[in-house]
């Protein structure tokens, strides 16, 4: 996987934490240094785990499905990317009025915003793909997005937090497609016709 390919995996798995964080951002009014610590630190934290232990999944049943694993990559992302679209459009409030960076609540965002990142390293597994690099690079931009969450916050409330995990969920669907057609250059062509 290139650089670019990285980049925008990273970016769009972070957004969800982003989203979390504006809205994280919006509700806590104490602001101290642990704060805006706390919550980065978490979110970067997970989300750079999760791929890893999803890799080593992936890894355990790579050669059984070695013929099909790209497909198994669209199908997962897509339905990574649709969730993450459903979730924003959907009315549910998913922080409640307690201060979300402490404790339980803590630990349960950190697991929610980075279950996705589990598939994506299942995934990368699929196709072979080292997971260290990008996992780093996913956890440092989780843990830089979600701090700029936080900081934007005060401002910009809950207005744009759902935009916002739409374009990673768009994001996520088109690189899901884009492996799928890297690995069938038949149906690259087919499409080519249209």
């Given at each position: 996987m290139g650089?670019?390919?990285?980049l925008l995996l990273s970016f769009s798995l972070a957004l969800d934490a982003f989203a979390v964080s504006i809205s994280t951002g919006a509700l806590i009014q104490t602001?101290?240094?642990r704060d805006y610590f706390r919550i980065p630190f978490h979110f970067g934290l997970f989300q750079f785990l999760m791929p890893v232990i999803g890799w080593y999944l992936g890894s355990r049943v790579e050669p059984l499905i070695a013929d099909i694993d790209h497909w198994i990559a669209l199908i997962l992302l897509a339905f990574i990317g649709i969730r993450m679209i459903k979730t924003a459009l959907s009315n549910k409030?998913?922080?409640q009025q307690s201060d979300p960076s402490r404790g339980m609540s803590l630990i349960i965002l950190s697991i929610a915003t980075s279950i996705d990142a589990l598939a994506v390293g299942f995934s990368l597994a699929l196709l072979r793909y080292d997971i260290w690099y990008p996992s780093v690079l996913i956890g440092i931009i989780t843990a830089a997005l979600s701090l700029l969450g936080l900081l934007a916050g005060n401002?910009?409330?809950?207005k744009?937090?759902?935009i916002i995990e739409v374009c990673g969920g768009i994001i996520l669907i088109l690189i899901g497609i884009n492996i799928a057609l890297n690995h069938e250059p038949g149906l690259?062509?087919?499409l080519h016709l249209f």
């Amino acid at each position: 996987m290139g650089l670019t390919e990285t980049l925008l995996l990273s970016f769009s798995l972070a957004l969800d934490a982003f989203a979390v964080s504006i809205s994280t951002g919006a509700l806590i009014q104490t602001r101290t240094w642990r704060d805006y610590f706390r919550i980065p630190f978490h979110f970067g934290l997970f989300q750079f785990l999760m791929p890893v232990i999803g890799w080593y999944l992936g890894s355990r049943v790579e050669p059984l499905i070695a013929d099909i694993d790209h497909w198994i990559a669209l199908i997962l992302l897509a339905f990574i990317g649709i969730r993450m679209i459903k979730t924003a459009l959907s009315n549910k409030e998913e922080i409640q009025q307690s201060d979300p960076s402490r404790g339980m609540s803590l630990i349960i965002l950190s697991i929610a915003t980075s279950i996705d990142a589990l598939a994506v390293g299942f995934s990368l597994a699929l196709l072979r793909y080292d997971i260290w690099y990008p996992s780093v690079l996913i956890g440092i931009i989780t843990a830089a997005l979600s701090l700029l969450g936080l900081l934007a916050g005060n401002r910009l409330g809950n207005k744009f937090g759902k935009i916002i995990e739409v374009c990673g969920g768009i994001i996520l669907i088109l690189i899901g497609i884009n492996i799928a057609l890297n690995h069938e250059p038949g149906l690259r062509n087919m499409l080519h016709l249209f």
